[in-house]
């Protein structure tokens, strides 16, 4: 089976804080990594990401992956209210995506 | 990335019923997917919509429940047949577009609950 398995599940903090969300991945098949944003019904794009160690960085949000390791991190500075969601992490094999469960954030004020 | 429409936006529906969701894109795509978020969920693929032919069908879903079809580049609808309240999720479709990228853009999705 293609497991992607992401922690925590949830998370709560305050404006300000700096969080670090974790996804690990099964080798088989795999070509890239993706991260999505989930506020509502639809995903939105962060990043994918293909090479390890190179960060991919979007203002205050930035990822980078592990190959050997099997792992990425999607890390968000300085969190504000509005990066309340879902963040979802998928697995690319190619043609299909295999998503995690999912890290529920709450940013409280 | 692309413009993606999806109606309707939401539907409650009685069971035995069946309810189309249509997806439509603003530029021509190489690739279209369905997937379902039931409730706590995470994404899970029903199925690549393939233009011209039968769809390509996940472990677990099946076109007598699921019929797809996609009569061109930018056009797709999923069908849920003889709904039950089980089938009550987000229905979302994404797009792949032309080019070497593993990355899809979704939808804003289907709401449906089933009663």
């Known amino acids: 089976e293609d497991k992607v398995v992401q922690s925590p599940l949830s998370l709560v903090v305050h404006e300000g804080d700096t969080v670090t969300l974790n996804c690990s991945y099964e080798v088989t098949n795999f070509r890239s990594l993706l991260w999505y944003k989930q506020e509502k019904k639809a995903p939105t794009f962060l990043f994918m990401l293909t090479s390890s160690g190179i960060e991919k960085k979007s203002g205050r949000l930035s990822s980078i992956l592990d190959k050997k390791e099997l792992f990425s991190i999607l890390n968000i500075t300085a969190t504000q209210t509005g990066d309340s969601a879902i963040y979802l992490c998928?697995?690319?094999?190619?043609?299909?995506?295999?998503f995690g469960t999912g890290t529920r954030l709450a940013v409280r004020p | 990335s692309a413009v993606i429409s999806q109606k309707p936006s939401r539907d409650i529906c009685q069971r035995g019923t069946s309810l189309t969701i249509q997806c439509q894109v603003d530029s021509q795509v190489t690739m279209m997917f369905w997937y379902r978020q039931q409730p706590g969920q995470s994404l899970t693929l029903i199925a690549t919509?393939?233009?011209?032919?039968?769809?390509?069908?996940e472990s677990g879903f099946v076109i007598d429940k699921f019929p797809i079809s996609r009569p061109n580049l930018t056009f797709s609808t999923l069908t849920v047949s003889n709904m039950s309240p089980e089938d009550s999720s987000i229905y979302l479709c994404s797009v792949r577009l032309a080019g070497y990228t593993d990355t899809q853009y979704f939808g804003p999705g289907t709401r449906l609950t089933v009663l």
């Open positions: 919509a393939n233009q011209g032919s039968e769809a390509t069908y």
């Open positions: 998928a697995k690319s094999s190619g043609d299909k995506l295999t």
